[in-house]
């Protein structure tokens, strides 16, 4: 069972139809129980990174959610905020401390704002950079984007694909049973469906 974490930032819905597309089963839950009976985690989100983190600390889920992907090594994706998230802290109005799962920080884009829009919205291209199963059969990848800030990994080495907006940044991550996503997936039609079908057949 997938289980997508609802904890009031967005975008769940069509996150659940597309996993819905292939069959699975999934369930939107913010309840412990339910987050230790999936196989597989996904969080997802729009909105700003403080908002994020003090929803997940409201429910009380974090710890559960660290021993099921970190001890337990269920799947896990993050997509968008939900990406961002996975960072130690985050610099989105306030600092912020982040699940810390991935090091490094969330910044906002450094771009020439005369040429490139913040937030960042629309189709985009992305790199894939290293051998990692996310896009794997997207034979052109191009994802879907909504943001401002983007997370900047210590070890460049988890980074799975870049996207360059004004200045590269990770627009992809996998660090072993951890994934995160800056796109939209679920937004971004059959290279979306691609994706998220990659993270259903990890194991």
């Known amino acids: 069972m997938v289980v997508i974490i609802d904890y009031g930032m967005g975008n769940l819905f069509s996150v659940e139809n597309a996993i819905k597309y292939f069959g699975a089963e999934v369930k939107i839950s913010d309840q412990k129980e339910e987050i230790e009976k999936a196989d597989r985690l996904i969080l997802p989100g729009v909105g700003a990174f403080p ?5 997940l600390e409201k ?9 099921e992907a970190l001890e337990k090594e269920k799947p896990f994706l993050g997509i968008c905020l939900g990406m961002q998230l996975l960072a130690a802290e985050g610099e989105e109005n306030i600092l912020t401390k982040g699940l810390g799962w991935v090091p490094g920080k969330v910044k906002r884009l450094q771009v020439d704002e005369r040429k490139f829009r913040i937030p ?12 990692g199963m996310l896009f794997k059969a997207v034979k052109q990848p191009v994802f879907y984007f909504v943001h401002s800030y983007h997370l900047v990994p210590e070890d460049s080495s988890v980074i799975a694909g870049v996207c360059d907006y004004g200045e590269s940044f990770a627009a992809a991550i996998q660090k072993d049973n951890i994934f995160g996503v800056q796109f939209h997936p679920e937004k971004s ?3 979306g469906l691609a994706v998220l079908k990659n ?3 990890f194991t």
Do not use: E, Y
């Open 59 to 67: 429910l009380g889920i974090i710890d559960v959610l660290k021993k």
């Open 189 to 191: 039609q059959k290279n």
């Open 51 to 55: 908002d994020g983190m003090k929803n």
């Open 120 to 131: 960042h919205v629309g189709w985009d291209d992305v790199i894939p950079k290293k051998d």
């Open 199 to 201: 993270f259903l057949d």
